[in-house]
């Protein structure tokens, strides 16, 4: 039997590591403990809920106004503990947060094997997205499995010198996940309240983006409103206290864009099913919108996947407002485009990676 550890500790990494939990905890073959850093705290646990997942470790790391270094220094800390007690023969880490890079590293001092899930997304920018860049490098130069979601994920990892042998394209798990959290019956009053209208579904956080970036962003969608009435916004701020500043200095007293707290998976993977077009500086929701026919709008300077923008899914707005208002208004005016945009296959995966990586770490797929 094998001893495997999955650790996740953000929002994004559980929605993409809980199909892999529970793929992994139906095989005889696995004994599987779950390590959660609390990096994200009520956000995360919405997650696990919503999968039905009970860590067996919660480090509970999240502290107001942390910064990245105490935030690496506490996991490194509280995770060896665990990883000393239970002796895992395999850690499995997700993408790019400083969760999965302090886990990483703590296994490599600890001569544990790593199994990356989410490998080889680069934009070649170590400050872009940051610190997420540094952390995926990092994790991949350390990583004895590869788990790469796509092709062009794989060819990077190879163009960086990593073993072929060891790289392994499998999808992204995230993809998985929409399977047991979007619903044909499902019903909430945020879409009563957007009823008749077509609906955009914002999210902003990156930290790279918090300051005139945000201000811009905002600017833009604020103006769409004013300028297009029969769309609506909902927005689910982040918890950082600053994105919340911008936002309601922008947003106050729009009638049209809608601000609520953080959702949880199903109730947010429900509402992108139903959306006109998302406009998003997430990761995770540019993987997951094609597989709905959803339109992205990236609002960012780069992105890592650019399989996405090659395949039409994507488009990248950039973050100054000019930008930003006229891809949306051309989205909103252009049936050819906004159809095109909506029918691409989604080049991220069919949503059978959990399976694939279950399999191959289990020994039934070369």
Request: hydrophobic residues 40%; aromatic residues 6%; negative net charge.
């Amino acid at each position: 039997m094998k001893n495997i550890m999955l650790v996740f500790g953000t929002r994004p990494e559980a929605i993409k590591m809980c199909p892999l939990v529970i793929e992994l905890r139906s095989r005889e073959e696995a004994r599987v403990c779950v390590c959660v850093t609390g990096q994200h705290k009520s956000m995360l646990k919405q997650v696990l809920d919503a999968f039905l997942i009970d860590p067996d470790y919660d480090l509970s790391i999240m502290k107001e106004k942390q910064t990245l270094i105490e935030i690496t220094v506490t996991i490194l800390t509280k995770i060896s503990v665990v990883l000393e007690k239970e002796k895992p023969d395999l850690v499995l880490v997700h993408g790019d947060t400083t969760t999965a890079f302090a886990c990483a590293l703590a296994c490599f001092y600890l001569k544990i094997p790593i199994g990356h899930v989410e490998a080889g997304l680069r934009t070649h920018d170590i400050y872009s997205p940051y610190p997420e860049e540094f952390n995926r490098q990092s994790i991949g130069i350390i990583a004895n499995y590869h788990f790469a979601p796509t092709e062009e994920a794989r060819q990077n990892l190879i163009r960086e010198g990593k073993n072929p042998s060891a790289i392994f394209v499998t999808g992204n798990t995230g993809i998985d996940a929409l399977k047991t959290t979007v619903r044909d019956d499902y019903n909430h009053e945020l879409l009563e309240w957007a009823s008749g209208s077509r609906l955009i579904l914002l999210t902003a956080h990156r930290r790279e983006n918090i300051g005139e970036p945000m201000r811009q962003i905002f600017r833009a969608v604020k103006r769409v409103t004013e300028d297009y009435p029969d769309v609506k916004v909902i927005y689910p701020v982040h918890l950082n206290p600053l994105v919340r500043e911008i936002a309601g200095s922008i947003f106050a007293g729009e009638e049209r864009i809608r601000l609520t707290e953080p959702l949880n998976v199903i109730d947010f993977h429900n509402l992108l099913a139903r959306a006109a077009l998302i406009l998003t500086d997430s990761g995770g929701i540019q993987e997951e919108a094609p597989s709905l026919g959803k339109p992205v709008l990236v609002l960012r300077k780069s992105t890592e996947r650019q399989e996405g923008i090659d395949s039409g899914a994507l488009l990248l707005a950039g973050i100054e407002e000019e930008n930003i208002y006229h891809s949306v208004s051309n989205l909103l005016n252009d049936e050819i485009l906004y159809a095109r945009m909506s029918e691409v296959d989604n080049p991220y995966g069919d949503g059978e990676a959990s399976r694939r990586i279950a399999d191959i770490l289990l020994g039934q797929k070369d």
